[in-house]
């Protein structure tokens, strides 16, 4: 097995779309070497914010190809309604060499069953033992891991390395309490942007996966970079983050919402990124209080934190 890829920080890629609505892997190569200059240590495609239902798997198998043909290090989700095709991704991504996974809950059929989730489970880290790979628990797939489930897994699959959350303070709380502090080499990821500092610095994890960092990689960096100062122990760094924290709260937020790739999709707009105006299906779109709502809370975000970010000290250090 290669080594653990779950550490730092990484975006959760957006697929962009051609004038025809089609998937442009091209744009998604570009953005993915974008992420990684601008000092992410992954990219992750594709999860939710990829848009996994919408595309075929062929199309998921190409964006996921070109990806790690770029020479970027990909961490891959395995979302799928039927569990051959979550099987399929994983071998797949173990064929072209990608990085990492992110083994997600089977859905809708027999979701809330605790042994098909274990079979679905099994399935996709034996498809990819080579793979390092991650259980992305979220409220959204309606079936929580448990640490039972988790460390019976881990002990047939040890390319199970660590555990997504992307559940609230409680779910983030319980993952650090009772999975990956059993467990010095399991690692806890942040899986929402919400809850970037309450999972560095009081559950221990090692990384986060964003989505907001798509649009500013360079605070969302600053924001992971300050909470591990502040979990080792640095007063300023500590208050810092929180500011930071607050400050991007709303943005933030739109990561927990049903339409967190409209928004997200509408920042790259914002930031002059044409390329991600369309969605696939064309009545996919905010409402215009949504999108009013959306600039002035980045207009603020932005305006803020250009006057905030030159105090120096810890900020600068962390830059």
């Not at 806890?188 to 960092?213: K, P, Q, R």
């Not at 990561?255 to 790259?268: I, N, R």
Request: glycine residues 10%; proline residues 3%; charged residues 20%.
């Amino acid at each position: 097995m290669t080594q653990n890829i779950f550490t730092g920080t990484m975006p959760a890629l957006m697929t962009p779309c051609t004038s025809n609505r089609a998937p442009d892997f091209d744009a998604l190569v570009k953005k993915g070497k974008e992420m990684i200059e601008a000092g992410m240590s992954a990219v992750v495609y594709c999860g939710s914010m990829g848009d996994w239902p919408l595309l075929t798997d062929a199309e998921r198998m190409e964006g996921v190809g070109r990806l790690v043909a770029a020479g970027l290090p990909v961490v891959v989700g395995t979302g799928a309604i039927n569990s051959k095709s979550a099987v399929a991704h994983a071998a797949h991504a173990q064929k072209v060499g990608a990085s990492g996974l992110m083994v997600i809950p089977r859905v809708l059929s027999r979701g809330a069953s605790g042994a098909a989730q274990k079979n679905h489970f099994k399935a996709i880290l034996s498809a990819a033992p080579d793979v390092p790979a991650i259980i992305y628990n979220s409220p959204v797939y309606g079936f929580a891991t448990r640490a039972d489930l988790f460390f019976e897994l881990r002990s047939e699959h040890p390319n199970l390395v660590g555990f997504k959350e992307f559940g609230g303070k409680d779910d983030l709380r319980y993952a650090a309490e009772f999975i990956t502090s059993k467990d010095d080499q399991v690692t806890l990821m942040v899986g929402v942007d919400t809850e970037v500092y309450h999972g560095f610095v009081n559950c221990g994890a090692t990384g986060s996966i964003t989505g907001i960092g798509t649009a500013l990689p360079k605070e969302a960096l600053l924001l992971a970079a300050l909470s591990k100062k502040a979990a080792a122990g640095h007063a300023e760094a500590r208050l810092r983050a929180r500011e930071l924290d607050e400050a991007l709260g709303v943005l933030a937020s739109f990561d927990e919402g049903t339409d967190l790739v409209l928004y997200y999709k509408h920042l790259l707009v914002l930031n002059g990124e044409e390329e991600y105006r369309l969605h696939f299906i064309e009545t996919d779109e905010l409402s215009d209080a949504q999108r009013n709502y959306c600039e002035l809370q980045y207009d603020l975000f932005r305006n803020w934190f250009s006057d905030w970010a030159q105090q120096g000290g810890v900020i600068a250090e962390c830059m």
